[in-house]
């Protein structure tokens, strides 16, 4: 009786064996939710660095444009220097000989000349010289204005470019720092990927063990019975 139930015993643990060793299938870690968390991180981080690259491009562009205006404000602002050179020239004119002054007005007014008049009115010579000093300045002026309109139009340009240029780089600035979160996420997902793979490990080396004390108890058993 006690042998019958010994190996009925016997039986039990070696279906038991049986069944744990090669139909038991311990749940084991899911890395793929994890994968695929990786990889749409992955793909945020290169989609915002090509982004950054094509900010790069446009900071760049508007680096050259304003290196280009800081020249053009350059060439405008010696150009106005050359036109106030210009304003002392013509003071030259209060020097001018009756001759010089009927010559000014001539080519100055050729088409009024042209006409006929009787009115025979001279002004006096010096009063003549300070018309033509007065329209010799007003011409210059009016190109001094004009340039220093230039100027203030090309540093315009310019300063809204230095502001496009800041927002772009605090766009990129942005990038970076979303890009490094969002690497921070990948290695925490690493983490939780390595420490799941790490409790499967340990898992398998417990059913090693358990595989080993169950061949021991049915090695015995069947020992005992055999000596019985």
């Given amino acids: 009786m006690k042998k019958t139930i010994s190996i009925i015993v016997i039986c039990l643990l070696a279906l038991v064996a049986i069944w744990y060793v090669f139909i038991y299938k311990a ?15 992955q793909n945020n981080i290169d989609s915002i660095q090509i982004e950054n690259t094509h900010l790069e491009g446009a900071i ?5 444009d304003n290196g280009y ?34 010559s000014f007005f001539v080519v100055k007014y050729s088409s009024e000349y042209a006409k006929k008049s009787e009115d025979t009115t001279h002004l006096p010579l010096e009063v003549s010289k300070a018309i033509v000093v007065n ?36 766009e990129k600035e942005f990038n970076y720092v979303s890009i490094i979160d969002k690497k921070v996420q990948q290695e925490e997902l690493y983490k939780v990927q390595v ?11 417990r059913r090693l063990k358990w595989n ?10 069947i020992i005992g019975l055999i000596v019985k």
Wanted: charged share 35%; aromatic share 2%.
């Fill in 27 to 41: 749940p084991k870690f899911d890395t793929k939710p994890f994968e695929q968390k990786i990889d749409s991180l």
């Fill in 60 to 64: 760049s562009v508007l680096e050259q």
């Fill in 69 to 102: 205006l800081v020249v053009k404000v350059g060439v405008l602002n010696e150009k106005v220097l050359d036109l106030k050179g210009d304003l002392k020239d013509a003071k030259d004119a209060l020097k001018y000989t009756p001759t010089q002054v009927d």
């Fill in 135 to 170: 329209l010799k300045e007003g011409e210059v002026n009016e190109k001094i204005v004009i340039t220093q309109d230039s100027v203030i139009v090309t540093m315009d340009s310019s300063l809204k470019n230095r502001a496009e240029v800041i927002a772009k780089l605090r």
């Fill in 195 to 205: 420490n799941g793979l790490k409790q499967d490990i340990k898992k398998q080396e």
């Fill in 212 to 221: 080993r004390i169950q061949k021991v108890v049915l090695g015995a058993a």
